[in-house]
DNA sequence: TTAGCTCCTCTAGTCACTGTAGGTTCAAGG
DNA sequence: CCTTGAACCTACAGTGACTAGAGGAGCTAA
């Protein structure tokens, strides 16, 4: 029988994340001590693992709930899941397109300033006037 | 006299978003008809445009608030608005670099999945280990 | 005058947690 | 058996940067 706080240092997960999961429904409710405290079983420690290796490759919670899902039925197909994961790549791969957009033109407004009063500054200068722009980056930054 | 919806127009910003920048002390509070209903400047329209472009540049409301702090103060020295800026540009390549690392496992296991039951499916088996990976992203996405 | 657009305030919701306050339980050492 | 202190509990508020909705008032032109 596992503490919380157990899961929370295997898993490098909050003790207070890991009530959170529980309450939007994504670990399940575990049995209670008589004192009320929780405890969970290896199955649990499984399920709390998946969640959170899924979310550092970047998966919204509501993705890992339907990964899960397909998780715990082997017998389905797995194209749901391929699908989940393509999408994923895909808004994993348009981000960085974004951002390759910022950089350069931050890189591009850093090199230019050569220092001064705020008034001469590339920077400020940039950011006051789009034309300055190479590129058009609308949407907002990230 | 310019309204609040031709200012949102015009910068591409919801109404409710330059309400909620007045609110929070970014942009300053305009004058009023006698029926109460915002009327700006055209030095408004200029400060909202600059926060917008920065917001586009990925820049935080904090440091939006520090660059504007610079730009109406002309005589003072530009180097923390660069500093800001190289700060900005950092980050960014930071956050490019965690992406190509999901980028590449996401790949990867798409690839490497050839469909049928999910039991056999590549995708969940990685989310389920992550000794399956090639790099330790650790860290949550993004 | 009346239609219909825009504007007002206020509140709550988004995502995925994180932090805090104030109290209770558990396990080990004495 | 008792005490100590770490770990646990609930409940609520806060983060960033908006966004949505309710319910009403103002403004302009036909
Ligand atoms: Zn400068
Ligand atoms: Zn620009
Ligand atoms: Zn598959
Ligand atoms: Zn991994």
Redo the contacts between chains.
């Keep these: 029988m596992l503490t919380i706080g157990y899961l929370a240092k295997k898993t490098?997960t909050k003790v207070q994340t890991i009530r959170y999961y529980e309450q939007i429904g994504l670990m399940p409710e575990p049995g209670r001590t008589d004192g009320g405290q929780r405890r969970y079983g290896n199955a649990e420690l499984?399920r709390l693992?998946?969640i959170r290796?899924?979310?550092?490759?970047?998966?919204s919670l509501d993705a890992i709930r339907e990964?899960l899902d397909?998780?715990d039925?082997?017998?389905?197909?797995?194209?749901e899941?391929?699908a989940?994961?393509?999408r994923?790549?895909k808004q994993?791969?348009q981000?960085?397109a974004r951002?390759?957009v910022?950089?350069l033109?931050?890189?591009r407004?850093?090199e230019e300033?050569s220092?001064?009063?705020?008034?001469?500054?590339r920077?400020?200068e940039v950011?006051?006037d789009?034309s300055e722009c190479l590129t058009d980056?609308?949407?907002?930054?990230?």
């Design positions: 490098g499984d693992s998946f290796h899924a979310r550092q490759l970047g998966f990964l397909l998780s039925h082997p017998a389905r197909s797995c194209e899941a391929d989940i994961a393509r994923q790549l994993v791969e981000r960085m951002l390759e910022l950089r033109e931050l890189e407004m850093i300033c220092g001064g009063r705020a008034a001469d500054c920077v400020l950011l006051r789009h980056h609308e949407g907002i930054g990230t």
